[in-house]
């Protein structure tokens, strides 16, 4: 079973539409962290955001917002207004302790972002 | 801060050659990963090191793939014989402690292409 999902393999908007990215994850972990990474066209991930499973409050910074829900196992990433900058490639991952003590980080398959002009 | 730098950004070889592949983590990182993303899929953990010792390998091909950090900065994943199926991204990340709430700081990647 995969551990995080992402059921959203493509989505196209237009220019200044609002998109919400789906994630779902799995874990047994009490204690773990989320994380949405964007990769651009150019290949680097760059680290967007995190949530700790036990903050569940919701928040807002700038044209990006979260919606994190433990009852569903979901960790939902939106943009408001898009702009074609954010065209990229965006990845869902969950982050818990592996048998060591040390952080074991599983990474979706991603959702193809395409902001139409 | 410098970023995550990786060497080289591109690599064709032929079936059955060896190639490798240089990481140079964030100063002062003490854990670094090396995931491959294969065209069209997520990054995957290939091996994973806190300071020079391996904390997580249960994902590389050790028949094939070796990984090693000496001194616990630079860190070198080598591919000895290649096949078809290593075609893919090779990404090194970083991050500072290895603690389940370190974001991991990516380079820009080593796209290997076995012909």
């Known amino acids: 079973a995969q551990k995080v999902t992402q059921a959203q393999t493509e989505i196209s908007v237009v220019e200044k539409e609002d998109v919400t990215l789906d994630c779902v994850y799995e874990t047994r972990d009490t204690t773990y962290y989320l994380f949405w990474y964007k990769q651009p066209p150019s290949g680097e991930l760059v680290f967007l955001i995190r949530r700790n499973s036990f903050d569940e409050q919701n928040e807002i910074s700038g044209r990006y917002s979260w919606n994190f829900q433990k009852s569903t196992s979901s960790f939902n ?26 952080q074991k980080v599983t990474f979706g398959t991603g959702t193809k972002l395409q902001v139409i002009p | 801060e410098a970023g995550v730098a990786q060497s080289p950004r591109y690599k064709i070889i032929e079936k059955r050659q060896s190639v490798a592949f240089w990481c140079n983590p964030i100063s002062g990182h003490a854990t670094l990963y ?27 091909p050790k028949d094939r793939f070796s990984a090693e950090r000496l001194k616990g900065v630079d860190s070198t994943l080598k591919i000895q014989p290649a096949k078809l199926e290593d075609s893919a991204v090779y990404l090194c990340a970083s991050s500072l402690q290895g603690t389940n709430n370190s974001p991991l700081h990516f380079g820009n990647g080593t796209r290997l292409t076995v012909t």
């Open chain 1, 77 to 102: 990433f939106t943009i408001t207004a898009s702009q074609v900058v954010d065209s990229a490639v965006y990845f869902c991952a969950l982050s818990e302790q592996n048998s060591g003590g040390y």
């Open chain 2, 34 to 60: 090396w995931y491959q993303q294969i065209l069209g899929q997520g990054p995957k953990l290939l091996i994973q090191f806190q300071n020079n010792g391996v904390v997580d390998d249960s994902q590389l």
